[in-house]
Each structure stands twice: as structure tokens, then as C-alpha cells.
């Protein structure tokens, strides 16, 4: 079973500031997706990565999934209220282009 | 266009009741599956599909069912709820899962079931 350990599970900051979450395996994945959670809602994709070293950029929140495609990090510059929500990661691989393995999640409070 | 549906929203059982999550796609996406979320645990997958007549297990597929007889459905069924199945269940549909396409999923707004 491939395992997707994200960090910070919790995470508290102002409006305005920086901030990086992280997702880590020790397996390869052939591609990785974060989805933002809301509140009473489903996730919701942001972003996919699939090439070693890709960089992502959507507005304020910037992507990168490792050389070696085993992590992945997500960054937020100038954090808004509007960012707070359960931040995923979700990697596909060991064998199969279809089954997603989930990380636990990182939940993003921005404090007005 | 209306997505993944899920019904009903809510729902509250007694421990060996049978119950049936609903799950609907209107965008003729051959990938289904089943998560349950809960707290401390992310999302684990519970059984899915790549297409009608097809299904197979996933992580947690214990005291659950599934079936798919059309593309557009894909039904979880609780035959004997237990307190343990209390959580919150999504539904989700991708178009693509084959030739190394990254497998995108679309997500239902979820079903939060309590079994006492």
C-alpha cells in the first residue's frame, strides 16, 4: 500500500502571510493532484502534476512535485481568507493509472 | 450540467439497518468510486468501477456493496450498519483512467451517515 504523508496536518496563520504544505512518499507516483476541501463540500481538484520537477503556478498557490516524483509541496504567497479549507494530496501509482491514494490532509485556518 | 449527485445528504440509522447511498453522474464518465472520510484518516477508498458491469474492491470494502448496471450509476449499499460505518461517504467520477491519463476525479458534495 503506498502511503502519502502530508504536512502540517494543522496550520494557523494571518492574512498575508507565506506559507508551504507539504506531501511526502517513499514510492514513486506517476502523478500527483491536490484538491481543496470546503466546509460541506467535496474536494475540489486544483492542480495535477505528472512530470519530475513540474512546477505548477495558479495565482497565488504554486505546485512542485519532486525530481524523483515521490512528493510534492504546495505554496501560498500572501494568504487570503478565502484560501482556509482541508488542503489533498493524491497520488496515482503502484502499478495502476486509476486508484488515487489519499494523504490525511492539511486543514488551513487564515485568520482575517 | 449537474455533476456527481449524492442522496440523501443525511441520514441516521440504528445498528442493522440496510441502506442504500445514491450516487448519479451526467457526464458519461466510465470511472466511479466510493470514499469515506474520516477524521484523522483523509479519504479511503471503499470499492469502485471502470465501467458498467465492472466493480472490484478498494482499501475498505468490509460491510459494503456496490453494483453497476449503467454508466451513470453507482450505488453503495450498507446490508447490516454498524457504528463503525458512521462517517462521510463521496461519490466520485473521472473521465479519464486509461494510457497514463491522471486520473481527475469529480466529487459528489458527500452523504453524512450516522449509525447509533
Known amino acids: 500500500t503506498q502511503l502519502l504523508e502530508q504536512s502540517p496536518q494543522f496550520l494557523s496563520i494571518q492574512e498575508g502571510e507565506n506559507l508551504t504544505v507539504y506531501c511526502n512518499s517513499s514510492s514513486v507516483f506517476s502523478s500527483l493532484q491536490w484538491y481543496r476541501q470546503e466546509p460541506g463540500e467535496g474536494p475540489v481538484l486544483l492542480v495535477t502534476?505528472?512530470?519530475?520537477?513540474e512546477v505548477k503556478k495558479l495565482k497565488r498557490l504554486t505546485f512542485q512535485f519532486g525530481d524523483a516524483r515521490k512528493d510534492s509541496s504546495l505554496h501560498i504567497t500572501a494568504a487570503q481568507p478565502g484560501d482556509t479549507g482541508l488542503y489533498l494530496c493524491a497520488g496515482v501509482g503502484g502499478g495502476s493509472n486509476y486508484k488515487l491514494t489519499f494523504g490525511k490532509g492539511t486543514l488551513l485556518t487564515v485568520n482575517p | 450540467n449537474a455533476g456527481v449527485t449524492q442522496t440523501p445528504k443525511f441520514q441516521v440509522l440504528k445498528t442493522g439497518q440496510s441502506m442504500t447511498l445514491q450516487c448519479a453522474q451526467d457526464m458519461n464518465h466510465e470511472y466511479m468510486s466510493w470514499y469515506r472520510q474520516d477524521p484523522g484518516m483523509g479519504l479511503r477508498l471503499i470499492h469502485y468501477s471502470v465501467g458498467a458491469g465492472i466493480t472490484d474492491q478498494g482499501e475498505v470494502p468490509n460491510g459494503y456493496n456496490v453494483s453497476r448496471s449503467t454508466t451513470e450509476d453507482f450505488p453503495l449499499r450498507l446490508l447490516s450498519a454498524a457504528p463503525s460505518q458512521t462517517s462521510v461517504y463521496f461519490c466520485a467520477s473521472s473521465y479519464s483512467f486509461q494510457g497514463g491519463g491522471a486520473n481527475v476525479l469529480t466529487f459528489g458534495a458527500g452523504s453524512r451517515l450516522t449509525v447509533l
Open positions: 502534476v505528472v512530470t519530475g520537477g
